[in-house]
């Protein structure tokens, strides 16, 4: 079992519905949760971080965490075809080593 | 503030060379973590740096090493390249406290001939 896992996708949406992605991790003492963007051919950009079990809103980004379930996700709101990109969800249990899953393909169609 | 920065972005290298990479954190930033990014196995944790000190490392053989300089900028190098090295590397910065949120660089992409 992976510590990190996503579906990969693609995901596809029409333009202006909400795209949910998924996470799931694996050990039980992760800490800080990171959702990051990589569009093809460039680097990872930083979307959002949630620390809290809870909902945290950023804009068209809503990031929820579970620790029960141990499970992460990202909401995004009135999707546009630019957010068309592969969503990679990131956890650490200490220190700064993200563990980054797979990554999920997100498609918006317009 | 600029952002992070990694030279070169581009490279070509045969089997058995060495490689040295080079990352410039966000200003102010006192932690840099390097990463590989291949098809196959996705993004994965080298190392981390922080003042001038190996922090945390990852599962990867010695032939994968790396430095940090007073000014925290920091080089990582491979030896005896494999094909298998071909790969995106990528340095992240932060501020250098623990679980920070960490800034990617461009990167830098090695082929391996």
């Known amino acids: 079992q992976k510590e990190v896992e996503q579906n990969s996708g693609p995901l596809s949406v029409p333009e202006g519905a909400i795209a949910s992605l998924n996470c799931t991790y694996s050990?039980?003492?992760?800490?800080?949760f990171f959702w990051y963007r990589q569009y093809s051919g460039k680097s990872p950009e930083l979307i959002m971080f949630?620390?809290?079990?809870g909902d945290k809103e950023d804009g068209r980004f809503t990031a929820q965490l579970n620790k029960a379930s141990q499970y992460v996700s990202l909401l995004i709101r009135d999707s546009q075809p630019s957010d068309s990109a592969t969503y990679l969800c990131a956890v650490t249990r200490a220190g700064n080593m993200l563990t980054f899953g797979g990554g999920t393909r997100l498609m918006v169609k317009p | 503030k600029a952002g992070v920065t990694q030279t070169p972005r581009y490279l070509i290298k045969t089997r058995g060379q060495q490689v040295t990479l080079s990352c410039s954190p966000i200003?102010?930033?006192?932690?840099v973590s390097w990463y590989q990014q291949t098809p196959g196995q996705g993004l994965q944790f080298l190392f981390e740096y922080f003042s001038e000190t190996q922090r945390n490392k990852g599962n990867f053989p010695g032939r994968f090493s790396g430095r940090q300089f007073s000014n925290s900028r920091s080089e990582m190098n491979v030896s005896t390249l494999e094909l298998g090295d071909s790969a995106l590397y990528l340095c992240?910065?932060?501020?250098?406290?623990?679980?920070?949120?960490?800034?990617f660089g461009p990167g830098t992409r090695l082929l391996v001939l």
């Open positions: 949630i620390y809290s079990n």
């Open positions: 992240a910065s932060s501020l250098g406290g623990q679980q920070e949120t960490q800034y």
């Open positions: 200003s102010g930033h006192r932690s």
């Open positions: 050990d039980r003492g992760s800490q800080s």
